[in-house]
């Protein structure tokens, strides 16, 4: 079966509805933790569970070089692999390689890159890209795009679009796998007129869900915020929404604004492992010396395993010794905290009172470290 | 309350017994955890006590440069700031500061050392780590003793454990809080008059348990043992009997079958977070290429979390991705195995077979990696 969305109720432009999967079904507005590598790091499944996560995300480009598809694939999939009963997501891989592999040559037929990990040359086309997430046997694939660098120019991106079209068509073509549905993204920078072209062609091609795309690498929340506003009047009211990479709080509930419904994001895990956690006034460092005697819960009525059963004077004793549980902690809070804003987010458009749901929101929280 | 040994029935020398402590009573023989920096490293208490763990163990060492005594004393002390229900045991701070923390310099007073942390300078004396272990409030101390180096001279020895001797008289006199019990240590390296004077000299004065010490930094299992056979038949049968830092398979049952009780040893997840797993065959590394395509679990029939979620493969490719979640799964595992290993020389001590468990499990067992 493809995820269908099922969209129950707007506020504004807002949306509160249902992802239907093979493993279950979900409420949106959702954010989906990222499992990298086959793990969210630091945590267990069943603590993902616990975070009541939806989707988790992982990266074909990291399960491509380690531990690989076909091994995967032995494993009877990725469910199957890492032991998880929820729906997966799997990017197609163009991000890293677009980030983190260089040098890179990017053809008419895909793009040339050296891993990141041992140099070793290797080559991912939209089939390639379509074949790795077949075997991996995630519920929700993504086409290959080409991520432009930002800034880029009006020619250069316009280009880019077109690429991106003929390689999401490819992508359609290459896929075989009947239990997994394929993503189309749009892409276009900042360019109004590109973003819409963009989602044209690819509302155009029957995909069973759509992207946002290059959001996350741009500079400033003014500038993101503008690549999604461009891009969602484009997209059908009946499938799902997806901006990727974007987790941090205040993008994503402009964004829900504008009408995504999925996010995912590397930072609330990232950040945890250094030190930093969410609250309602903003994101915190643990390892503050104000912290060194605070008995107390990361977070005040917060439900996560970390508030519940450790005291900051002991969270932060454990980061400032650089030890593994703290880092753990951390992130489930972290995770906990994005999933419960969502729950939040859904309860608020449920009552048709989004705006207010954001506008307190913000007013509270303090986008830099405090 | 200061805690109780009841021996309950003997098998030869092995001994099944209960110690009764003011956070539970726990069969014996026992392995215990260890928590250097008030943290199981990698695991959650819940995970600790899913392993059926009892006392688990602190470094006073280490919690006396990180967070501090002080701090840990105004959460409510040790439990309270880990939240750990469970008994705990704290050595004294001589063996990191004997072995971790260089230059030294012991007098009668005490040893000066630097940290190893910043190299600040530091003085431990008999009265301070008591103190601190006051403050910590676990519920068994260890005194403070010399832990000479090995091999030592017979005549660096004798003075050595004379020395002890006075130590054990001053941590005695310094030892203030009635909740916690106080445990003597026994030194004299491989010198047969020595262990005995020590044991002489150790049981002579009030204490609520006896520990072999200096056994551990010993070279070659038979010098281990050795040590082990000296001492035990100076020990009163009604106190508990602990070794120090032993936490090798092959050398805890060699050493219950001489009449020890407890044992404490970071072993187990220390060699958790390289990548090695105990297995009834031995230790074995999950990076071996061999297990690359293995679908099954760490071991058949262990009832670890790691092995009711997870396979070799994964758990694998965790590693090979030094991925903390592997780490912990291999801890997990490692943990449950000895105390698993426990729960099986109880049954035999009670069934009168402890010689056989020991002769079978030895007989399956390689004591290099495979």
Redesign the interface.
Same mark, same amino acid.
């Given at each position: 079966m493809k995820v269908k969305y099922e969209l129950i109720k707007k506020d504004e432009k807002a949306r509160y509805g249902i992802l239907h999967t093979n493993h279950g079904s979900y409420e949106t507005p959702m954010f989906m933790p990222v499992g990298t590598?086959?793990?969210v790091?630091?945590?267990?499944?069943d603590e993902i569970k616990e975070t009541k996560a939806g989707v988790i995300l992982s990266n074909t480009y990291h399960l491509h070089l380690?531990?690989g598809e076909d091994?995967i694939a032995?494993?009877g999939g990725l469910h199957s692999?890492?032991?998880w009963d929820g729906p997966i997501l799997t990017d197609s891989g163009g991000f890293q390689v677009f980030s983190l592999a260089r040098p890179k040559d990017i053809s008419e037929d895909g793009v040339k890159f050296k891993s990141h990990l041992d140099g070793r040359n290797l080559f991912l086309t939209p089939e390639k890209s379509i074949e790795i997430q077949n075997k991996l046997d995630s519920d929700i694939a993504m086409v290959l795009d080409e991520c432009p660098p930002y800034p880029a120019t009006y020619d250069y991106m316009k280009n880019s679009i077109e690429r991106t079209f003929r390689w999401a068509k490819r992508c359609l073509e290459a896929h075989k796998n009947e239990n997994q549905s394929l993503f189309g993204i749009v892409q276009g920078g900042e360019f109004a007129e590109l973003r819409k072209i963009s989602a044209e062609y690819t509302t155009s091609l029957p995909f069973d869900g759509f992207a946002v795309g290059g959001v996350s690498v741009g500079e400033g929340q003014n500038t993101k915020i503008k690549m999604v506003e461009l891009a969602t009047p484009y997209l059908p009211e009946d499938k799902v929404r997806y901006l990727m990479g974007v987790g941090e709080p205040i993008d994503m509930l402009e964004s829900i604004e504008r009408g995504i419904d999925i996010f995912d994001c590397v930072l609330s895990t990232r950040i945890a492992r250094h030190g930093n956690f969410f609250t309602r006034k903003g994101r915190v460092s643990i390892k503050n010396a104000r912290f060194?005697?605070d008995?107390t819960a990361l977070e005040e009525n917060c439900d996560c !395993?970390a508030c519940k059963?450790?005291?900051k004077?002991?969270i932060?004793?454990?980061l400032?010794?650089n030890?593994? !549980?703290?880092?753990?902690l951390l992130s489930i809070h972290n995770t906990r905290f994005l999933i419960k804003m969502m729950e939040e987010v859904r309860e608020a458009i449920k009552n048709n009172n989004f705006k207010d749901y954001k506008n307190n929101f913000i007013k509270n929280y303090k986008k830099s470290i405090i």
């Amino acid at each position: 079966m493809k995820v269908k969305y099922e969209l129950i109720k707007k506020d504004e432009k807002a949306r509160y509805g249902i992802l239907h999967t093979n493993h279950g079904s979900y409420e949106t507005p959702m954010f989906m933790p990222v499992g990298t590598l086959a793990t969210v790091k630091t945590m267990s499944f069943d603590e993902i569970k616990e975070t009541k996560a939806g989707v988790i995300l992982s990266n074909t480009y990291h399960l491509h070089l380690r531990p690989g598809e076909d091994l995967i694939a032995k494993a009877g999939g990725l469910h199957s692999f890492m032991n998880w009963d929820g729906p997966i997501l799997t990017d197609s891989g163009g991000f890293q390689v677009f980030s983190l592999a260089r040098p890179k040559d990017i053809s008419e037929d895909g793009v040339k890159f050296k891993s990141h990990l041992d140099g070793r040359n290797l080559f991912l086309t939209p089939e390639k890209s379509i074949e790795i997430q077949n075997k991996l046997d995630s519920d929700i694939a993504m086409v290959l795009d080409e991520c432009p660098p930002y800034p880029a120019t009006y020619d250069y991106m316009k280009n880019s679009i077109e690429r991106t079209f003929r390689w999401a068509k490819r992508c359609l073509e290459a896929h075989k796998n009947e239990n997994q549905s394929l993503f189309g993204i749009v892409q276009g920078g900042e360019f109004a007129e590109l973003r819409k072209i963009s989602a044209e062609y690819t509302t155009s091609l029957p995909f069973d869900g759509f992207a946002v795309g290059g959001v996350s690498v741009g500079e400033g929340q003014n500038t993101k915020i503008k690549m999604v506003e461009l891009a969602t009047p484009y997209l059908p009211e009946d499938k799902v929404r997806y901006l990727m990479g974007v987790g941090e709080p205040i993008d994503m509930l402009e964004s829900i604004e504008r009408g995504i419904d999925i996010f995912d994001c590397v930072l609330s895990t990232r950040i945890a492992r250094h030190g930093n956690f969410f609250t309602r006034k903003g994101r915190v460092s643990i390892k503050n010396a104000r912290f060194k005697e605070d008995f107390t819960a990361l977070e005040e009525n917060c439900d996560c !395993y970390a508030c519940k059963h450790h005291t900051k004077a002991y969270i932060r004793h454990l980061l400032v010794a650089n030890e593994m !549980y703290g880092m753990r902690l951390l992130s489930i809070h972290n995770t906990r905290f994005l999933i419960k804003m969502m729950e939040e987010v859904r309860e608020a458009i449920k009552n048709n009172n989004f705006k207010d749901y954001k506008n307190n929101f913000i007013k509270n929280y303090k986008k830099s470290i405090i």
